[in-house]
């Protein structure tokens, strides 16, 4: 799942361009199924295994293409599934044009023979020819892994301001992320037809709105009646699991893109080229960072925010009102998480999970950083985001979330502080 | 009774005592920049009640912490009754005879009064995973820890109360579960982080009694306390920290009397008075 | 009588092999949450490694039996993951570490550069003749109506409420012993056992284990009973399913996750058949067949913040006992 996340944010700079040939679609009897042809350049690609599962993940049936590159797999029952193209059963020099399209979700109508195109390309083009080291490519991979930074720091943000001034670390914070990310999608792309940047402006104000939500119709009530931090985690694993499912049973099991930047052309920067959408990602990202820094450390809002997570009782003798603080922490997290949603539907699509899947990495980038700073998180957003698509030079795609993990647990071995954490205490 | 052997001690910042039953020497812990605790030398006399005072955020919770291993100093050593204790675990630390107890009550709400003491009880073979099932194998500890328990629970007023669970009893009473499990791990000092925080008045003196009793059985207390009626009620020997310092040692009457004490309570703005001490990090820890 | 038939459907699902391997997994979570306080959220892992394990070992010509232990074994090895990094510090790390590493776990099996070793996102299939050979149980269906099972359905579902029962007699015994005291003690406040000279993180990770090895045990079960295992039986959600039967019935008792499991897939199965029901006759037009599983999850998620809530000593909890709340 966190290959997703992370594996889409290759989509933008792709470096095989070798385009990919269309494919008719294989012959079919009655009743509803997929099916497709796989080519290279009018060759058929024999042998590659395909799997076809629900969206929720089990397994429906799996196919191998045929001498003349045709599959087909039929369905039992109409409705969305998932079909992946397994990268690692291609002949050796044959790779997905695009690695984040090798899984793709469809709706498959009653009696539809749903026709599934995979582009290939060849491996052996001008990027990956010379054995070993390429700066472009190193150089093209440290921008995705800023922008994947940037994107999952301004989400971990908001998780570990909430952390600051609650002490409760909220499992529903994917599906705040997720939430921005649709809400936006209904203003662009949904039943509004606004420019991406209202329908975002849109977005946040409902993900504020959401937040107040919370704290005041669940979260303020529960601390009222004393309720244990423990059971407050459980609270908010019910809440992601029915936010997620409600977000699935109403925006769809299907990703969909926003109406504006889903495709780009590449610009040259010297050494780099980069998508306007990843450098304005990367911008709005880093300025919300900043504008959150300048709230915390310059306003009377930030700094009551910081002296109650320093010390909720010191801050409340002292004349501050720890709830409004806390009402205000839940907005300012929300909308964090919900900037993080909408920068991350622009990178891939909105999808009803997607805040879901980038948790386990917000998760690691907050134990990284320190959880419960607001700049820690940020710090450990970046070094996860550019350690994780740098490794892929080197590594197997798949492997590059064993790193994020790598990372939290030596992290919390040897330094469970995280980064800019100071040390609470020794068991 | 103890007054007597400290009489010939000279009332100076780490002055050595006839028979130390707890030596500190150089301990510091920092929090960033901050200097929590720098203790160069301190002596805590055998069978004697010691107590602890000090301003707002002098480090006096924080040195019992790293005492008994629940924070760790950035340098220093200590040795009790002979024994080098720093670098060891909290859990390690009573095994010495070395318990605490802490200024926020901890008691185990959803266990008995009777399971709150047992639990503390050594050596007790059933509390192994391997032949937890076999009662037979651990019947015989139980029952010498379940007789020990309850001829404390008779000390400190407590047998009534045996099968409630701890979480319903009141403030004072949960000081004395507190204490009498304490005591069950069979200690030669007991650290008492603000024994009366939080008692009432009426209370207050029984506490008072139960501690006098515990030094005139042999044991050791050193103890913090902010209600300074209290301290100088029943203390035999009183340090004063400021700053992470031991600023002031001796009888409690020259103490009191301390310039350095005074200033320490005035600059901080916190005069003499029993205050809800809260120290900064303690929240943190819980 | 369709609505008759529902009910019956429900019921033979609360007393299922499903419900059943939820009742030992919760058995488990039970033992970690419930009464040592662990905030495990990844008990679904420790049940991927009893599935694995047993189809592993059969798959590479071992018996069944012996692969079951072998899932155990690799169970042990899951808690140490688990809980070297995460158990000496706050509660809430353990709950981040244990859905990662537990979700990590899943991907790496179904990774197609582990598949010559784990199969990848196949799996396996057919592993568990040697379980239903020695089935006692003659040939023929045993039940009336709708409430009937096969033979050997029957087997497994005996076998596995067997192991149930065994496993909730096993924590019985433990909460009653001094190793039990301690480890309530531990949820109730660690510090303070800490004080009393108890070595507070070994007991975590013996309970942290113990519960993962009914998972484990759990999980095999479950690779027995479909025949099938595959790494995307193993999601987050199952671990959360187990808890919302755990708290249903009562976290921190003894008979709470068995009540809570059964009372669960109840809710669960009768709901989902209603709701078909109604999907089939045209009165609920608004949803597709294919909704029916979003909403599962949406019961689910509800009915946990709904107990923490209203009922957070579940169904088989004393009020005044209430594992939840604070005190």
Redesign the interface.
Known sequence: MLLGVAGSVLCASTLWTVPATPQEPAPSDSGQGVSGVLRLDEEPVDGARIEVETPEGNPVDTTTSAGDGAWSVPLVTPGAYVVRLDEATLPDGVVLADSTKGSLTVEVRPGQDRVIIFQLADESGPTTSEEGFDWRRLVSLSVDGVRLGIVLGVMAMGLSLIFGVTRLINFAHGELVTFGAIAAWVFNAGAFRFPLFLAGIVGLLLSAALGWGLERGLFRPLRRRRTSTVALIVVTIGLSEFLRSFYQLTFGPLPEPYRDYALQREIDLGPLTVTPKSLGIICIGAVAIVLVAFLLQRTRLGTAMRAVADNKDLAASSGIDVQRVILHVWILGAVLAGLGGILLGVTQKVEFDMGFKALLLIFAAVVVGGLGTAYGPVLGALLLGVVIQVSTIWFDTEFKFVFALLALILMLVFRPQGILGRRERVG | MSTDVLAAVAAEPGVPKPNPILVVDDVRRT??GLVAVDVRHLEVERGTITSLIGPNGAGKTTLFNCL?????PQAGYWAFDGHRLEGR???????YGL????QLT??????TVM??M???S?G??????LG??L?PS?RHT?DAARQRAERLLETFELTRMGHD?A?TLSGGQRKLLEMA??L??EPAAILLDEPMAGVNPRLRQTLCEHIEGLRDGGLTVFLIEHDMDVVMGISDWVVCMAEGNVISEGPPAVVRADPAVVDAYLGSHDGLAPVDE?E?HE???? | MDVLNVFLDAIRVAIGPQAAVFALAGVGLNLQFGYAGLLNFGQVAFMLAGAYGASMTVDAGGPLWLGILVGMAAALVVAMLFGLPALRLRADYLAIVTISVGEIIRLLVRSSTLEPVTNGVFGYRDFAAWFYAINPIPAGRYGVGNLAFPARTLWLIVVAWTLVLLASLLVLGLMRSPWGRVVRGIREDEDAVRSLGKNVFMYKLQALALGGLMGALAGSLRAIDSQAVRPDFFLTITTFMIYAAVILGGAGTIIGPTIGAMALWFVISFSEGLLRLGIESGVIEFLDPEDVAAIRFMIVGLALILLVVFRPQGLAGKPEAGLLDEH
């Open positions: 929090f960033g008994t291993g629940f924070d760790r675990f909290a859990y390690q630390i009573p095994r318990v605490r107890t802490f901890k008691a185990l709400d959803r266990l399971e709150n047992l639990l503390a050594r007790n073979r059933g509390e192994r995973l937890a099932l009662r651990w139980e669970l979480g499990r304490a069950m791990t809260r900064s929240d943190e820890t819980s």
